[in-house]
């Protein structure tokens, strides 16, 4: 296994050459060239009182959300600036005539080109559009092969992943597929939130199939609609979905042939590439294949095929005509997230580019924006992180002698890999033709899929884990690799600053490291060994112990609302909370900022510290916006991302003289790690 940075006892894996990496703290520039922001502040706020109004009250004020967008905030700033980037990289690519251009160039100008996508309507779709007209019950294995060839996971999704109960072998995946409305809440909730998005989606649904020559699209909706609905009651829910280990639901293709017997699955897989050795598969949610495999039992397909031609032309929106694309976009955007205006074309090609052919971007990026010194110093955060959190976890006596012996191993295996993956895909072989866009699109869909069915015959690669790409804005981790990853995109101002202040370094890029690492040993982490095994390896008491805590953070969070009234789902974020309160005492204890001075801009570094993880947290949203979030996303919002966290850290009331029991400084306080 190939290693370029090796730091302290654990794994840190950066794409570059062997570096020695100093472990000191990154040292603070001059005070003229630190930026810290003290224009986002609203200083008529007690941070006692709302730490989060005080950090963000002037950025927020001053930063509203721009037409084309759900949702702004610090890191929104980050992605635009780096938007920027990548759109100089592809019009530059675009114009040249250098072989190693011509994919990433090619790809984007087929993109931009509206007039020849406008002249070829939608026949790049037809044979497709057609196929799934005339689809029996017999056929729908073949249209749905083909389909899933073409990057379109219609019905049911097939992913690879690494089998929880074998970690170094990879395992083809069955998980439901994706509906038109992104939660099974919005087919089945009785409220007026959840019937209103329904009336809209309909009156969406019936433009769209008109568009696309549905001959009786009112009904078709209806019909497609009922169908969508029957699937969303199999589907689990999004708390529910945070468990992987309960979604591990292992099968011999004789048995899914058995319990699913109307979808031909031997043909299926065959069809899209899987090799013929396979033989184990692993179904993610039973009740869902269950589900489908009634609706092909039905004999009316009406409502299945209405759900193919709308999942076929929604994902290749942006390369059809605009009566078809824009009513889709309209859906996505405005409906759905509140956008009053869809974002320039150009941002949206870029995302196309990304999801066909992005690696090749990623290289270009690196070599621009992420020098080897940005590299060497933010291993260098990571590994004081790593130390400080080794500590945690040897004084935590509330974790058994055994379990405390395990975790510290698991730690010491920790992978983390630093601006981009050493395992980047490969283009060699696909064609790229800048008058064929849907053709591009399928063409690199299939290829990653071929890719990603080759892992099958090989055993793990755990550094292949890294799958977001160096341009995107990306802090994340691998449970079942025990790994974790950091793009060239997010180590970026104001998350890292390689000319800032250390203090607000930490606070920022640090608590990040820490909330990711901690992820490896929250209320799922801790489910999975230092290799990465789903299986019970604390006892029953360290268990209760650590759920008796947990079990806090629920409570704190539930009492948290979103920008438009949505109760925080304390289960649903209780991952990412576990993560945010771990992550910032870690940074903490890693930096260990001074409580007096030196001062910046009146700031003590402790101050600096707790505001560098604040601003990173700024943001405005759209009410549809935040009822999406706290319906369904794991993270809470910003406001409590904030102002949950530093309420539980007796160093945050030090550092502003926060009087005891004032909202910041509570008498109880959770705490895992």
């Known amino acids: 296994m190939r290693r370029s940075l090796a730091v302290l006892a654990f794994a840190v894996i950066a794409c570059a050459p062997a570096t020695k990496v100093e472990t000191s703290a990154p040292r603070a520039a001059a005070s003229a060239h630190i930026r810290f922001d003290t224009s986002a502040l609203d200083r008529r706020v007690d941070p006692c009182t709302d730490f989060y109004d005080f950090a963000c009250g002037g950025w927020r004020a001053s930063h509203p959300i721009p037409p084309d967008r759900a949702r702004w905030s610090r890191y929104s700033q980050l992605q635009a600036e780096n938007l920027e980037r990548e759109r100089a990289i592809l019009e530059d690519a675009a114009r040249s005539k250098a072989p190693g251009d011509a994919r990433i160039g090619g790809t984007y100008a087929a993109c931009m080109d509206e007039a020849g996508i406008e002249a070829r309507g939608l026949a790049p779709l037809r044979d497709v559009l057609d196929a799934i007209e005339t689809m029996g019950p017999r056929e729908v294995t073949a249209v749905v092969a083909d389909l899933h060839g073409r990057g379109v996971f219609a019905l049911f999704d097939l992913d690879v992943d690494q089998d929880l109960a074998d970690p170094q072998r990879m395992v083809a995946v069955l998980d439901k597929a994706r509906l038109g409305l992104p939660d099974r809440e919005d087919y089945l909730g009785e409220g007026e939130k959840s019937a ?103 004999g009316d397909l009406r409502g299945l095929r209405a759900y193919l031609r709308v999942r076929l032309v929604s994902s290749f929106t942006l390369l059809l005509p605009r009566a078809v694309g824009n009513v889709v976009a309209e859906l996505e955007q405005r409906t ?246 771990g992550g910032l005492r870690l940074a903490y204890a890693a930096a260990s900022p001074s409580e007096t001075g030196p001062r910046i801009e009146g700031f003590t570094p402790a101050q600096r ?10 943001e405005n949203v759209t009410p549809e916006a935040a009822r999406r979030q706290a319906l369904h996303d794991e993270h809470a919002p910003g406001r409590a991302r904030v102002d949950g966290v530093v309420a539980n850290m007796p160093e945050f009331a030090r550092a502003f003289a926060c009087a005891p029991g004032t909202p910041m400084a509570p008498q109880t306080r959770c705490r895992v790690w």
């Open 196 to 298: 209103s998005l329904r009336s809209k989606y309909r009156t969406h649904l019936v433009t769209l199939l008109a568009a696309i020559g549905s001959v009786d699209a009112e009904a078709n909706a209806d019909r497609l609609i009922a169908f969508e609905t029957t699937l969303a009651r199999s589907a689990l829910s999004a708390a529910a979905r945070r468990d992987r280990t309960a979604q591990y639901h292992p099968m011999t293709l004789a048995v899914l042939r058995a319990r699913y017997p109307r979808f031909d699955w031997v043909a299926y897989l065959a069809a899209v590439g899987a090799p013929r050795t396979l033989e184990r598969l692993v179904v993610r949610n039973p009740a869902w294949l269950e589900a489908v495999d009634a609706e092909i039992g039905r």
């Open 336 to 581: 759905l997230r509140g956008v009053r205006e869809l974002p320039p074309r150009w941002k949206r090609c870029i995302g196309l580019v990304d999801r066909d052919v992005g690696d090749e971007v990623g290289r270009v990026f690196l070599a621009r924006h992420f020098p080897e010194a940005s590299r060497a110093q933010a291993s260098a955060i990571v590994a004081r992180v790593v130390s400080a959190f080794r500590q945690e976890i040897a004084a935590s006596e509330w974790l058994g002698p055994t379990a405390r012996a395990a975790a510290l191993a698991k730690l010491e295996r920790g992978l983390v890999v630093i601006g981009a993956s050493n395992r980047p895909r490969s283009f060699e072989g696909l064609v790229v033709d800048a008058g064929d866009p849907v053709g591009n699109a399928s063409r690199a869909r299939r290829h990653a899929l071929a890719l990603d069915l080759a892992k099958l015959e090989r055993p793990t690669d755990r550094e292949a884990f890294f799958q977001s790409l160096p341009q995107e804005l990306d802090g994340f981790g691998s449970k079942s690799a025990n790994a974790t990853g950091f793009t060239a995109g997010f180590l970026q101002p104001p998350v890292f600053d390689p000319a800032g202040d250390a203090a607000v370094t930490f606070g920022g890029f640090g608590a990040v490291v820490g909330h990711e690492l901690t992820h490896q040993f929250d209320d799922e982490g801790r489910k999975y060994d230092h290799e990465g095994r789903a299986h019970a390896w604390w006892s029953p008491e360290d268990v209760a112990r650590f759920e008796a805590r947990a079990q806090c953070f629920v409570d704190e969070y539930a009492r948290f609302r979103a920008e438009d009234g949505t109760p925080v789902d304390g289960k649903l974020t209780l991952g990412e909370n576990i993560a945010d309160n």
């Open 609 to 618: 510290f707790f505001l560098g993880w604040a601003q990173i947290r700024c």
